[in-house]
């Protein structure tokens, strides 16, 4: 295993361009990458084929249809259009906008022996355990160093308790094996998801393929990114699942799924609304404006508070036929947050924050020390090395805005501190984001987007563009 937080690597600096003024963009942002694994999954499930359109095609995502294609399912990779599959009834949107690349997806029986390489992806290393565990046959599962030392303890003991055999050596972690016999029992089941919202979601995804279903009582103090297992509800759900959620009046706290068959869906993918952050959050820093179109009227994307999120750091925003326009107003106010229910924001909103007039502070968030790196030491550390004053607190940072200067911004391997780097640079001479490459995991293509908004070449160093 490696510390990721120590020493890395200042190899393939790519020179952050400086805003050469307020921009004007419109950012055509690719899918999401929660919606399209979770459309993976659930189409891998399903009792007959499926499409997914303007899927993500990220290291995320390509690992998790690379993983269950090794368990026996076909995707095929097609360019759409709208003759090519009629829209079903339920999602008409797809044959509203036909064209673009699209997935086939045709469920089969799922079989081992295979091997899953899970990368970093936390939505693979959780979500598929559940799914291996209906497959007939062993399913190893490992992945990059660091998916070692993110927690999953929080779905191998539940599968243990609903039947499944997995081998982990005692670790509570990567790498393990799940021994699948075809079935598995399903029924209750009590976690701690504090760590993670995906154990939650990992269960529920998989629970119509169990004979029982599943009931899933999270037990802990704390619960994060709430958004994200209301889309898996709601995605379960669209898919013809029977789904009791704690919002419906149920019990606090409990998730009930019924086993069944679920429906190939013919399903549109929305742009990642996280994704959208650093060209929305360009539009704040620099006082111009940003459209990103396609921008959903509904969705259960944590990417949506940024509307209010990034109001209330300055900014204003209209959401119309064009999609969401962002406008910043020149000025950046501090925040005072909890971002407990949208974790995945706040490196962005941190750099955002170092810019401001006047002091923030993050809450909410100290489950992030576990994510794609330690995210709390990591913006301490990159955004305090360019003359920033960030502290980490007991659950997330108070930023007091300075005046920064250039250097090597590094990423850990984390493409939101990449992205959060690359913001940085908008306004400060110099930075240059190491590994810029990283932000393949979820966001292809990231210094050509920029460079695009910018209006400046996109290649301004090496890793740009490439595949982690
Ligand atoms: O279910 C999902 O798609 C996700 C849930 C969240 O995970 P945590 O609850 O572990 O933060 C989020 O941070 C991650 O980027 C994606
Ligand atoms: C935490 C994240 O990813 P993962 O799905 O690997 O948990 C993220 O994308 O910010």
């Known amino acids: 295993m490696t510390d990721q937080r120590i020493s890395p690597a200042d190899s393939a600096l790519w020179h952050a361009p400086t805003a050469p003024g307020r921009i004007e963009a419109t950012v055509t942002v690719p899918g999401s990458k929660s919606v399209t694994n979770r459309a993976l999954v659930l189409a891998a499930l399903?009792?007959?084929?499926?499409?997914?359109?303007?899927?993500?095609?990220?290291?995320?995502?390509?690992?998790?249809?690379?993983?269950?294609?090794?368990?026996?399912?076909?995707?095929?990779?097609?360019?759409?259009?709208?003759?090519?599959?009629?829209?079903?009834?339920?999602?008409?949107?797809?044959?509203?906008?036909?064209?673009?690349?699209?997935?086939?997806?045709?469920?089969?029986?799922?079989?081992?022996?295979?091997?899953?390489?899970?990368?970093?992806?936390?939505?693979?290393?959780?979500?598929?355990?559940?799914?291996?565990?209906?497959?007939?046959?062993?399913?190893?599962?490992?992945?990059?160093?660091?998916?070692?030392e993110r927690p999953l303890h929080g779905v191998i003991d539940a599968l243990r308790t609903l039947g499944a055999r997995v081998e982990d050596e005692g670790r509570g972690a990567l790498p393990m094996t799940v021994h699948g016999n075809g079935s598995l029992a399903g029924?209750?089941?009590?976690?701690?998801?504090?760590?993670?919202?995906?154990?939650?979601?990992?269960l529920l995804l998989s629970g119509p393929g169990f004979n029982q279903g599943v009931e899933v009582r999270h037990t802990g103090r704390t619960l994060p990114s709430m958004p994200h297992i209301r889309m898996t509800v709601e995605m379960l759900r669209a898919a013809g699942a029977q789904v009791d959620a704690p919002e419906d009046g149920g019990a606090p706290n409990v998730w009930r799924v019924t086993p069944g068959a679920l429906l190939g869906r013919d399903l549109t993918i929305e742009p990642d609304l996280s994704n959208a952050q650093p060209f929305l959050a360009a539009a704040l820093v620099t006082g111009g404006r940003v459209t990103v179109p396609d921008w959903p009227e509904h969705t259960t994307q944590p990417g949506d508070a940024l509307r209010e999120i990034f109001t209330a750091m300055g900014g204003s925003c209209v959401l119309d036929e064009?999609?969401?326009?962002?406008?910043?107003?020149?000025?950046?106010?501090?925040?005072?947050?909890?971002?407990?229910?949208?974790?995945?924001?706040?490196?962005?909103?941190?750099?955002?924050?170092?810019?401001?007039?006047?002091?923030?502070?993050?809450?909410?968030?100290?489950?992030?020390?576990?994510?794609?790196?330690?995210?709390?030491?990591?913006?301490?550390?990159?955004?305090?090395?360019?003359?920033?004053?960030?502290?980490?607190?007991?659950?997330?940072?108070?930023?007091?805005?300075?005046?920064?200067?250039?250097?090597?911004?590094?990423?850990?391997?984390?493409?939101?501190?990449?992205?959060?780097?690359?913001?940085?640079?908008?306004?400060?001479?110099?930075?240059?984001?190491?590994?810029?490459?990283?932000?393949?995991?979820?966001?292809?293509?990231?210094p050509r987007m920029w460079g695009d908004m910018l209006g400046v070449p996109a290649a301004a160093g090496p890793g740009a563009g490439e595949r982690a």
């Open 46 to 148: 399903s009792s007959e084929p499926g499409w997914l359109r303007r899927p993500l095609r990220s290291r995320d995502t390509l690992l998790m249809a690379d993983a269950l294609r090794t368990m026996g399912v076909h995707i095929e990779e097609t360019v759409s259009s709208a003759s090519a599959a009629p829209a079903t009834d339920g999602d008409r949107a797809a044959g509203e906008r036909p064209g673009g690349e699209a997935w086939r997806v045709i469920p089969t029986a799922l079989r081992g022996p295979a091997t899953v390489d899970v990368g970093n992806a936390g939505t693979v290393m959780r979500f598929l355990p559940p799914l291996a565990a209906l497959a007939e046959g062993p399913i190893r599962f490992d992945g990059d160093p660091r998916s070692y």
């Open 187 to 202: 029924g209750p089941v009590e976690i701690d998801a504090s760590s993670s919202s995906q154990f939650v979601s990992a």
């Open 322 to 446: 064009r999609g969401l326009t962002f406008t910043g107003s020149g000025r950046i106010h501090g925040i005072d947050i909890d971002l407990g229910e949208v974790g995945e924001l706040t490196p962005g909103i941190a750099a955002v924050a170092a810019l401001a007039e006047g002091e923030s502070v993050l809450r909410g968030v100290g489950h992030l020390r576990l994510h794609e790196t330690d995210r709390l030491a990591a913006l301490v550390k990159e955004i305090n090395g360019l003359g920033g004053d960030v502290t980490e607190t007991e659950d997330g940072l108070r930023i007091r805005p300075r005046p920064l200067h250039g250097g090597v911004f590094h990423t850990y391997d984390d493409h939101r501190l990449a992205t959060a780097g690359a913001l940085l640079g908008l306004a400060v001479e110099g930075v240059e984001v190491e590994n810029v490459a990283t932000t393949y995991k979820t966001l292809p293509d990231f």
